[in-house]
């Protein structure tokens, strides 16, 4: 158990719609990423957020969204979603914000669009 | 531009023996590495990691090993145990000052036979 916890842990949707992906990170950790893995895909980083700033941002979509609380939880939006949003999302927390600070992986959400 | 790769999909090793996986990069300016084991319908968990200052790391029956000059590294298993069997992913972390990003190789599947 990495300490990570993502809910929900499945989500079954339909095109158009949108969902929020919930993420707590590790006890003490202040820095939270998200990644996306498609079928058959390697993990690709979509954003990243320290203390509740945005720090980098990789490939996301202008349709996805994301945020940072003051309880240091984050939270995913993804909005009009399509067909090819259908993949596993990761939520990972590390203590620190470089990098040489390993992230630790929650079990992540398998969002399926219809 | 796929700057992590393993190029091997899938490796088959029997129990009690070494499983060697591999990895290589292109992007000079990676500085760390970090190997990751994933089950199916869990996430990532974060397995062992080096330091380009060091040319090997070693955590029990996990070691790695760098070369920067061949920008190559390798995870050695030893021994192989059935509970190995799993997806590993290398991955190089990338940003500048307060904002990190892993990339990552596609992974490998490793299968330890009895």
């Known amino acids: 158990d990495s300490g990570v916890t993502q809910t929900p842990k499945h989500l079954i949707t339909a095109t158009g719609q949108r969902v929020t992906l919930r993420c707590s990170p590790r006890?003490?950790?202040?820095?939270v990423y998200w990644y996306q893995q498609s079928l058959d895909q390697g993990l690709q980083f979509l954003i990243q957020?320290?203390?509740?700033?945005?720090?980098a941002k990789g490939n996301i979509l202008e349709r996805f969204s994301a945020q940072q609380f003051p309880d240091l939880h984050s939270e995913l939006n993804l909005s009009s979603l399509e067909l090819g949003d259908s993949a596993l999302y990761f939520c990972?927390?590390?203590?620190?914000?470089?990098?040489?600070?390993?992230?630790?992986f929650g079990p992540g959400t398998r969002l399926t669009v219809t | 531009d796929q700057q992590v790769k393993q190029n091997s999909p899938s490796l088959s090793v029997q129990e009690g023996r070494i499983s060697i996986l591999n990895c290589d990069y292109t992007?000079?300016?990676?500085?760390?590495f970090l190997w990751y084991k994933k089950y199916p319908a869990e996430g990532p968990t974060f397995l062992i990691s080096?330091?380009?200052?060091?040319d090997k790391n070693e955590d029990g029956r996990f070691t790695v090993f760098l070369n920067k000059s061949a920008k190559h590294l390798s995870l050695h298993i030893v021994p192989s145990q059935p509970g190995d069997s799993a997806v590993y992913f290398c991955?190089?972390?990338?940003?500048?000052?307060?904002?990190?990003?892993?990339?990552f190789g596609t992974g490998t599947r490793l299968q330890v036979t009895l």
């Open positions: 080096i330091s380009s200052i060091k």
């Open positions: 957020y320290y203390n509740g700033e945005e720090r």
């Open positions: 006890s003490g950790d202040l820095s």
């Open positions: 992007n000079s300016m990676f500085d760390y």
């Open positions: 991955a190089a972390p990338l940003g500048t000052g307060t904002a990190s990003k892993l990339t």
């Open positions: 990972a927390s590390s203590v620190g914000q470089g990098n040489y600070y390993e992230q630790y």
